[in-house]
């Protein structure tokens, strides 16, 4: 049986249908896309702010094996970046890439916090990996209790990335006082992050989807 989700895990208000753009404003050359809020019977945009995420690998499974991370903060953002992982002694799979993709983006935010450049309490993160969130929204408590082995009594796989980016939101939520929340949203909502993402990790358009995530 699954734990129970945290409330790390964001849950859309009712505002309009249910489509990524019915909760999250974007404008061309704004530097932040922003969190849609109902308040009073009104729909208000506040300075909560969505930022998407993707992460990629080519030749997945293979000991050449590269990744990418793509963080979007919006439309011409000035703060859009995607990055190649490094491998760190680790393999690069599909996986760790999407978990790193979060931690990279979060840091960036951190460093935008230090430097008075964004103003927030909430940073919303959106993926299209189930494995990122629903493992740090849910799975990690379980593992913790467990000495970070799975239901079936193996060590749980990319432990060092789920702790990096378990600490870093610790981090922002009690040095900080901005809370991070995670959101799954279907791929087709998130193409501007694994398009960089998949750039990062030297995918071409030749190239097979296979070894995206």
Known sequence: MSPPPSDRLFIPPRIGGSTVADFIERKNRRAFSNIRQRRGGAVRVGRHIAVNVGGACKDNGKQWARGGAGVYFGPSSRYNFSKELGKHGRPQTNQRAEVNAATIALRKVKKLLDKEKLDT????????????VKGI???IYKWQD?????????PVDNQEDFEELDELIDELEDDY???VRFWWIPKEDN???????R?????YDSDSDSDSD
Do not use: P
């Not at 309490?121 to 990122?132: A, F, G």
């Not at 193409?191 to 993402?197: L, Q, S, T, V």
């Not at 750039?199 to 995918?203: L, V």
């Open 191 to 197: 193409e501007d992050a694994d398009e960089m993402a």
């Open 146 to 154: 467990n000495g970070w082995m799975s239901s079936r009594r193996r």
């Open 177 to 179: 006082e901005v809370f």
């Open 137 to 139: 929204t849910q799975y």
């Open 121 to 132: 309490r909430l940073v919303l993160i959106l993926s299209d990996s189930q494995y990122l």
């Open 199 to 203: 750039e990062a990790a030297g995918f």
